[in-house]
C-alpha cells in the first residue's frame, strides 16, 4: 500500500517544464521547389472512327471490340471489328487517305511496306514505294495471321506483249482499305477512350488511341506561375510503381485553363506546363498520374542555412537567430538570402560568429496539459 498527499500527487501529474528546441546550422544547396501534379500522355492522340464498309455490306456495325481503356497496343494489333471486317492500327508518320492496292506507287505505299515489314511481313523482290506481287503476298500473310481474308478489288493487269497491247484483263488483287487500317507514329501506343459497342452502329468515333513520345502534362496555381520557366528541372515520382524519373519544363501557359463543368469555383486558375522527360520514359509510365518538384530556384553552391522557424526580428530592428550552447543563449545578427524545403540562407552580420553545426533555437516546447497528448 502507497499513500501520498494531494501536494505529492499534484506534483507528480504536473507537466515538466518546457523544453527548449533547438536544431543544427547546415551548410546546403537550398531550392525552391514547386509540388503539383501532372499526367503521363504520349505526343500523339488518334480518333479512330469507320470510314465505310464492303459493297456488300448494307449495315456498319461494330461485330468485336478487341481492347479495353488503358491497355497497351503493338503494331499489327487488331482493334475492333466492323461488319465482320478488322479494323487495326500499323506504325507510320501519313494517316491512310486511300485503299492501297496492287499497282499502286507513292508515299503511303512506302509506309505500308516498311510497316509490315517490321511486324514480319516483308515485301520481297518489290521497288521500295510500288505496291508488287511481294507487298501483295505480304498483306495476304498478314492478314491471314489476324483471321481474315485480304480485302480484294478488281486490278487492271498490264499486257504482257505487244500483240495484245489493246487488251487489258482484269484480276483479283489483295490490298489494304482505308477503312481497316489506322497509322500512329510509335511503336508505343496505348488505348485512351474506347466508345464503340457490340451490337451499336460504327458511326462517329469508335476509340481513340495514344501514341509516341511520352510527355508530362502539368498545372500550377495562378500564385505560383511565375516562378516556373521553361529549362527548370523536375523530379518526377510515380507512387504506384514506386518509379523516378526527371525532366525539364518546355512551356508554360500564358492563359490560365479554361475550367471544366462541375470544377469548384473557389480551386482558382490554373496554368498548363509541359515537361518533357529527360529520356524516354518506359511504358508503365504512359497514363500515369504522377506528382511533380519543378525546382524553380537553387543557390547552385551549398550555403548556411537553418530552418526558416529560427529567424527572429527583434524591437531593435535586427534579424537575428539565437545559438544555444552550455545552456548559454546569444544573439547571432544575420542577413538573409533565399528560402527553399523549409530552410533559409544566413549569413552573420559585423563581428558576429556563427558555423555549422552550432545549434539554434526554432522553438519552445509548450507544456503538456490534462487531457493533451
Same mark, same amino acid.
Given at each position: ?16 517544464? +518546457? ?8 551548410? @546546403? ?21 469507320? &470510314? ?7 449495315? #456498319? ?13 503493338? +503494331? ?44 514480319? =511481313? ?20 498478314? =492478314?491471314?495471321?489476324?483471321? =481474315?481474308?485480304?480485302?480484294? #478489288? ?6 504482257? &506483249? ?5 487488251? $487489258? ?53 495562378? =500564385?505560383?506561375?511565375?516562378?516556373? $520557366? ?12 514506386? @518509379? ?11 492563359? +490560365? &485553363? ?18 518533357? +522527360? ?12 504522377? $506528382? ?9 553552391? @551549398? ?5 526558416? #522557424? ?64
Amino acid at each position: 500500500m502507497l499513500i501520498k498527499s494531494p501536494a505529492q500527487a499534484a506534483a507528480d501529474s504536473a507537466a515538466p517544464q +518546457p523544453d527548449v528546441l533547438t536544431a543544427p546550422v547546415v551548410r @546546403k544547396v537550398l531550392a525552391q521547389s514547386v509540388v503539383t501534379r501532372g499526367t503521363v500522355t504520349a505526343s500523339q492522340r488518334t480518333d479512330i472512327a469507320s &470510314t465505310g464498309s464492303a459493297k456488300d455490306v448494307g449495315r #456498319s456495325v461494330v461485330t468485336k471490340v478487341k481492347i479495353a481503356p488503358g491497355g497497351t497496343l503493338s +503494331p499489327g494489333q487488331v482493334l475492333l471489328e466492323v461488319s465482320g471486317r478488322p479494323m487495326f492500327i500499323l506504325q507510320g508518320d501519313l494517316p491512310a487517305y486511300r485503299d492501297l492496292m496492287p499497282g499502286m506507287s507513292g508515299e503511303d505505299v512506302t509506309q505500308l511496306q516498311r510497316a509490315l515489314s517490321r511486324i514480319g =511481313y516483308a515485301s520481297s523482290g518489290d521497288t521500295v514505294g510500288v505496291f508488287g506481287p511481294g507487298t501483295e503476298h505480304a498483306v495476304t500473310r498478314y =492478314y491471314r495471321a489476324i483471321g =481474315y481474308a485480304p480485302a480484294t #478489288s478488281e486490278v487492271s493487269q498490264k499486257p504482257q &506483249t505487244t500483240d495484245d497491247a489493246a487488251q $487489258r484483263t482484269a484480276k483479283q488483287g489483295s490490298g489494304v482499305p482505308m477503312s481497316e487500317v489506322t497509322f500512329v507514329r510509335s511503336s508505343l501506343a496505348r488505348v485512351d477512350t474506347v466508345g464503340a459497342k457490340v451490337g451499336g452502329d460504327a458511326n462517329g468515333t469508335l476509340l481513340s488511341v495514344t501514341s509516341g513520345t511520352l510527355m508530362i502534362d502539368g498545372s500550377v496555381a495562378s =500564385y505560383e506561375k511565375d516562378l516556373i $520557366r521553361a529549362g527548370q528541372s523536375v523530379q518526377v515520382l510515380s507512387e504506384v510503381t514506386g @518509379k523516378q524519373a526527371t525532366g525539364t519544363v518546355i512551356s508554360v501557359a500564358k492563359s +490560365p &485553363t479554361k475550367a471544366h463543368e462541375g470544377d469548384s469555383e473557389q480551386s482558382g486558375e490554373t496554368y498548363a506546363v509541359r515537361i518533357k +522527360p529527360s529520356k524516354a520514359l518506359s511504358a508503365d509510365f504512359n497514363g500515369a498520374d504522377v $506528382r511533380l518538384t519543378i525546382v524553380a530556384a537553387s543557390s547552385q553552391d @551549398k550555403v548556411l542555412a537553418v530552418p526558416t #522557424s529560427a529567424i527572429s526580428a527583434g524591437a531593435d530592428g535586427l534579424t537575428t537567430v539565437t545559438v544555444r550552447a552550455d545552456n548559454q543563449e546569444r544573439r547571432v545578427a544575420v542577413r538573409v538570402g533565399m528560402t527553399g524545403d523549409g530552410y533559409v540562407q544566413i549569413t552573420p552580420e559585423g563581428s558576429d560568429h556563427i558555423a555549422q553545426g552550432d545549434q539554434v533555437v526554432v522553438g519552445v516546447q509548450a507544456p503538456v496539459t490534462a487531457g493533451q497528448s
